[in-house]
Each structure stands twice: as structure tokens, then as C-alpha cells.
């Protein structure tokens, strides 16, 4: 069978294609043609409607091949776009790192300003007062140094910091932990660096008055620190069994500049400051913690 496509022209001088099936019918001998039949079928809608299909399917293609393209190039500005924020972000956090590194530095050529002022001094009360300042530095040199070797260069957690600071008044004061222990139970607790500065002091402040005047002579004790977070508010707890306060003593209105420093920096830090009594002195602070990223 033979199969034939053969455009034809109408009587309404249109032009058809029919789709023409013939076969010839031979004798027995396989040699003589006795008869032929043939068969036509018009096929020009057919063949409109798969012309057709075919120019839908080069029309999606082409439209898939644009937007392919179109999100391709999309794709790659947004990673150069990203690259350019992640150059600038690392740029920033380099330039933040160094400035936590120089202020620390130029802290500590203060610091060491004031040992070689209090060693030319012969005055005891001079050398206290100079060795009070000195330490205050200290304390807000260490904040510079923690954000300086954090991850996040904005945030410190105040656990590790007071545990250190703590462990430097000891040396700084000669107490022997084994006649005053110190004593932590601290939440990690991230605080950026505007808490963390009035904090050290407050915290720098009330640990040096407790290794000053609580533990008198061959007097042993313990010095306990602890802080938790309970919804956005901060509760420290710096205590001591050491001899306590004197019922009169005024801590809050007195002549003493380390208590009037710590009731100025918990005003600053929006908070409040109780003395509890009992053996020994206890101050319970709490204050809000403010939100950084990264917190946690």
C-alpha cells in the first residue's frame, strides 16, 4: 500500500490536502494488474492542527528558553548583589574589631599610666583612690576585650565576663580563694556593650568593696554571684557572709563615690538596687536587658 499527501484546488478555489491510500491488486501470476483501489481522506484540518501544535511547542520553548535565561541572569546579580553585602558586612566587622582593639589598647596605656602614678606616690590614700580608678578602667577594658574576641562584636556574655573580672580583683586585692571562695551561679545571658559597661562598673564596684571590707583579717567566707533572666528583666545577686554593714551606714545617700557610682550607673541602666539584710551583705539588682541580635 502506498500512501500519498496531494493538495488539491476546490471548486471555491481552495486548496485541500488529501491524504491518498492506494493498492493494486495483481492476477495469480503475481504479474498482471487486475484492479487498483484507492482511498483519499482530507487531512488539511488535521494537518492545520499539528502545524499548529508544533508553533505552540516552539512558542513555549522560546518562552522557556527567555525566562530560563531571565532567572539566570536574575540569579546572578542577586549573587554578585550578595557577594557586595557580604564584602561590605565583612569590611564593617574588620573595621568594628580593630576599634574594640584600639580603645581596649588605648585603656590599657591608661591603666598602666595610673600603676606608674600610684607608685610615685607615698600618699596611702592617693594610692587607693588612683588604685580604685585604675581598676574601674580595668573593667570597662574588658568589655572592649570580650566584644573584641566574640563572634557577634555586639553582644557579651555577662557570666563569663564577671567570672574573669572577678578572678582579676581577687589577684589585684591578694585574696586567697582558699580563705574567700567565689562562689557563681550565672545564666548565660548576652548583653551589648551600652548595658555591659555600666554593668562591669556596678559589678567591679560591689565585688571590690567585699574583698575590701567583708572579710577583715584571717576572716573566710564566700563570695557568691548569680543572675538569671526571667522575660526581658535581669536579675543579679552579688553576696557575701563576710562582717556586713553597719546598720547606720548610709550606702545609698553616703559620702562613699563606689556606692554613689553604682546608684548613678543603675539609673543609667533603668534599674533598681536593693541591700538585703541578714549576715553579711547582699545586693540584689535587676534592670532590663535590652534586645540585640543574636541574643540569646
Known sequence: MET???PILTISGEVRTVLWNSATLFDEDGKTVIATIAQGQDIT???????ELEQLNTNLERIVQDRTHALNEEIQQRKHAEAAIQASLDEKVLLLREIHHRVNNNLQIIISLIKLQTRSLEDAEMKQVLSGMRNRVQAMSLVHEKLYLSK????IDIADYTRFLATQLFAFYGVDHRRVALATD???????????IPLGLIINELISNALSHA?????TGTITISSHLTGD?????????????SPDYDWEGGASLGFRLVNSLIDQLGGTIEKKAGPGTTFNILFPRKTTAGSV
Open 215 to 219: 572579710f577583715p583579717g584571717d576572716r
Open 186 to 196: 550565672m545564666e548565660k545571658i548576652l548583653l551589648d556593650i551600652d548595658t555591659a
Open 4 to 6: 500519498t499527501e496531494i
Open 45 to 51: 484540518d488535521r494537518n492545520r492542527a499539528l502545524n
Open 152 to 155: 557577634s562584636l555586639s553582644s
Open 233 to 245: 528583666m535581669v536579675s543579679l545577686v552579688i553576696a557575701d557572709d563576710g562582717v556586713g554593714m
